[in-house]
Each structure stands twice: as structure tokens, then as C-alpha cells.
């Protein structure tokens, strides 16, 4: 089978995962009653997210295996040198969160400048540390695929990146509940 039809039959598993999660989410329309729809429109749209990025992700899961498997087969060292690269910005997004969180004097910075670090901020560093989980996922799965002890060492590292910032997060939720 050529890549194309390769390539081609992946984006329809990505299709059918899209179409899945909205086909999940129509369900759940249909389940949730009137009222509650009406007086808790909000609540309504976010829990339709939440269902949708589940049931798409999971059923997203096939194509990327089979993109995973044809990113090894044809490219490897672009392959990993993406992930790698992805890994690295997670914990330069980690600390850039955690920066602007503690830090005292954020007034005292140039408009120009906060307003860019904002942006930064919104549109790359908390979308990439919610994209941490699928992405360490991606990682195992590439580990395993991948052969050579080279590119496992790396990719080791780069789950490291992605697994630490999550744990620490994960003990600091634990603790302020024991608060």
C-alpha cells in the first residue's frame, strides 16, 4: 500500500473519531432534560467538551498508531526529534505558568511585552501542558515502536519531562486537599 492511501486511510480514522465524538455528544443532548439545559447552559456546553474530547481521544487512538507506525517506518529521526522538541516545551510551559502565578510585580513589565507573554501564555503554555498526558502517551507508544537504544534513551528522557511537572501537580492537588 502506498503512504498516501496510508496517509489517507489515517485522516478517515481521524474523521471517524471527530464524527464519533460528536455522534457522543448528540447522545448526550438527547439524555440531559430540558430544564437543566435551560437554567445551566454552561455547565451543559462544558460537560458536551468534556464527553467529545474523551470519545474522540479514545477513538483517536487507532490512527495515531497506525501515524506512529508510518512516522518509524519512513521518517524515524524526524519523528523523534518532534517529540523531543514537544517535550521541551512542556516544562518551559510549566515554569512560565508558574512565573506569572507567584510573580509579585507584573504591572512593572512593559505593556507591549505583558500583553505578548499573555498571549504566549493563553495560546501555547496551557495548551501544551494539557496536552502533556496524550503526549506522554505518545512517547511510550514511539518507545516501543522505535528500535535502537539511542532513540529510547531520548525518548526515556523526554517522558521524564512530561512525567515530572504531572506528578508534582498531581502531589501538590493531593496535598491542598489535606489542607
Known sequence: MSVAKKLALIAGGYCLAGG???????????????????????????????VFVLVAGVLSLAPTWFLLKLCIEKKPRILVAAVILLAAIGP???LAVRWL?????????????????????????????????????????????????????????????????????ALHMAAATNR
Open 101 to 169: 502565578a507567584t510573580s509579585p510585580n507584573l504591572h512593572s513589565l512593559p505593556p507591549s511585552f505583558s500583553g505578548a507573554l499573555g498571549l504566549l501564555i493563553a495560546f501555547g503554555a496551557i495548551p501544551r501542558i494539557v496536552f502533556g498526558p496524550v503526549l506522554l502517551m505518545i512517547e511510550g507508544a514511539t518507545f516501543f515502536l522505535i528500535h535502537g537504544v539511542f532513540p529510547r534513551a531520548i525518548l526515556a528522557g523526554a517522558m521524564l519531562m512530561d512525567l515530572i511537572p504531572l506528578c508534582m501537580f
Open 92 to 94: 518551559a510551559s510549566w
Open 20 to 50: 464519533g465524538g460528536i455522534a457522543a455528544v448528540a447522545v448526550n443532548e438527547l439524555l440531559i432534560p430540558d430544564d437543566i439545559q435551560q437554567s445551566s447552559g454552561g455547565m451543559v456546553a462544558f460537560g458536551d467538551m468534556i
